[in-house]
């Protein structure tokens, strides 16, 4: 049976970190959006306090500063919600192993089940649709694309980037069932 995509909760998510590795950096942002019947139904944000300071270069990247997680939460008072959130949806990231690496581990770590249903990558659904872009890095496609644009490198903003660029992507594809998608 195909199950149409009217039919599914699509959770677009996003993490922030304080560095490329998962075994070596720390989720400092998390995010994502809940999307069904056409429209946002439920968003999930938070601030993470990493265990190490964050270095200037990294800083750089997400604007997110020390100062700003001094008095956050830690990954392990925050993924449980986080897990709870992303329940009963198909997620949508850009770029899909990265934030997924950091999310596995995390859930391991918490024993934590991770969702036995398949992640999208919107960043692979874009090379397949939208052939005339530059490149398919998302803070180009949002302006390609006519995306609303938020702060780049923020979770939550690039969490509904990504989103929207799935949606365009379904359109644009004419991918109308989860099983053409995959």
Same mark, same amino acid.
């Given at each position: 049976?195909?199950?149409e ?10 993490t ?6 998962? &075994?070596?950096?720390? !989720?400092?942002?998390? *995010? *994502?959006? %809940? ?5 946002? !139904?439920?968003?999930y944000?938070s ?7 964050m $270095?200037s =270069?990294?800083?750089?990247? #997400?604007?997110?500063?020390? =100062?700003?997680?001094?008095?956050e939460?830690?990954? =392990?008072d925050?993924?449980?919600?986080f ?10 990231a850009? #770029? ?9 581990? =995390?859930?391991? %770590?918490?024993?934590?089940e ?7 990558? $919107?960043? %692979? @659904? $874009?090379?397949?649709v939208i %052939?005339? *872009?530059?490149? #398919?890095?998302?803070?180009?496609? !949002?302006?390609?694309?006519?995306i609303?644009?938020?702060k780049a #490198?923020r *979770? &939550?903003?690039?969490?509904?980037a990504? @989103? ?11 991918l109308?069932?989860?099983? $053409?998608?995959?």
């Amino acid at each position: 049976m195909k199950q149409e995509l009217s039919d599914i909760t699509f959770i677009g998510f996003d993490t922030e970190t304080t560095g490329k590795y998962p &075994l070596d950096a720390e !989720i400092c942002e998390i *995010a *994502a959006v %809940k999307y069904k019947d056409g429209k946002v !139904i439920d968003e999930y944000q938070s601030l993470v306090r990493p265990r190490k300071p964050m $270095s200037s =270069e990294v800083i750089n990247i #997400h604007g997110i500063t020390n =100062e700003m997680v001094k008095d956050e939460r830690v990954i =392990e008072d925050v993924i449980g919600s986080f897990h709870e959130f992303i329940q009963g949806g198909i997620l949508v990231a850009h #770029h899909a192993p990265f934030d997924l690496g950091f999310i596995s581990i =995390e859930f391991e %770590k918490n024993k934590l089940e991770f969702p036995e249903v398949p992640t999208i990558c $919107s960043s %692979k @659904l $874009s090379r397949q649709v939208i %052939k005339d *872009a530059p490149n #398919h890095k998302l803070q180009t496609l !949002i302006p390609h694309l006519g995306i609303k644009q938020g702060k780049a #490198h923020r *979770a &939550l903003d690039d969490a509904k980037a990504c @989103l929207d660029l799935a949606l365009i992507c379904f359109e644009r594809g004419n991918l109308t069932t989860l099983e $053409s998608i995959l």
